[in-house]
């Protein structure tokens, strides 16, 4: 009955490749987020979807696309991978943008070679 | 854009000491949360705070939305082996309407048995 669940757990690809991670949650929540972790441990936001629409789109290479098929879902897509795009991603939701908590999911090791 | 800084970046101590971390801003922020991350998993929320002034607590933890709307402390008392991780502050400004979380550097909690 996890919460927010992503796949894959870990990642690891060559420079260039196209890849995909997967987040859904069961919570019944209207906005889901990603978010980016990097080596010194430091969370950013990357996108926020409210209701499949996007709604935060930080300054993200646009090698980096969201995409919602509903609201229980909210993919990562990265193209043209690079080695700096290594990182821990993480997918969140919350019951709607505002004030409410946001629950984590565990986290994609992206690792490119 | 928005700061946030906290303190101290990492911290050795022995069991069943106490423990106190702080956020800092130089903007102001509606709402104040305490996260922790342990290892290969994503932040889980310990405190929220949406007050100035407010003081709440959960179990041996204790958290405080300063009076200037610009800093936040978490104490964590008499800790014990498994507090260890790394703890998060992150705030939302008042500009913001979309659930954009500012996250702190995270403070690292090492606890000696």
């Known amino acids: 009955d996890t919460a927010v669940s992503q796949t894959p757990k870990y990642l690891v690809t060559q420079m260039g490749n196209d890849k995909s991670i997967k987040c859904e949650q069961n919570?019944?929540?209207?906005?889901m987020y990603w978010y980016k972790q990097d080596s010194k441990k430091f969370l950013k936001i990357m996108f926020s979807?409210?209701?499949?629409?996007?709604?935060i789109n930080e300054t993200v290479p646009n090698r980096f696309s969201p995409k919602s098929p509903d609201k229980a879902h909210l993919n990562l897509h990265i193209n043209s991978l690079e080695l700096g795009d290594s990182a821990v991603y993480f997918c969140?939701?919350?019951?709607?943008?505002?004030?409410?908590?946001?629950?984590f999911g565990p986290g994609t090791r992206l690792t490119v070679l | 854009g928005q700061q946030l800084n906290q303190s101290p970046q990492s911290m050795f101590i022995q069991e069943g000491e106490d423990v106190s971390m702080n956020c800092t801003s130089s903007?102001?922020?509606?709402?104040w949360l305490w996260y922790k991350q342990d290892p290969g998993e994503g932040p889980v929320l310990l405190i929220a705070?949406?007050?100035?002034?407010e003081l709440t607590s959960n179990g041996r933890l204790t958290a405080q939305f300063g009076i200037t709307r610009k800093d936040s402390f978490l104490n964590i008392s008499a800790s014990i082996p498994s507090d260890v991780g790394i703890y998060f502050c992150?705030?939302?400004?008042?500009?913001?309407?979309?659930?954009?979380?500012?996250f702190g550097q995270g403070t690292t909690l090492q606890v000696k048995p």
């Open positions: 992150a705030g939302q400004g008042p500009s913001s309407n979309t659930g954009k979380l500012i």
């Open positions: 705070l949406y007050k100035a002034g």
């Open positions: 969140a939701s919350s019951q709607d943008g505002w004030t409410d908590t946001q629950y």
């Open positions: 919570l019944g929540h209207d906005t």
């Open positions: 979807y409210n209701n499949k629409e996007l709604i």
């Open positions: 903007s102001i922020f509606n709402t």
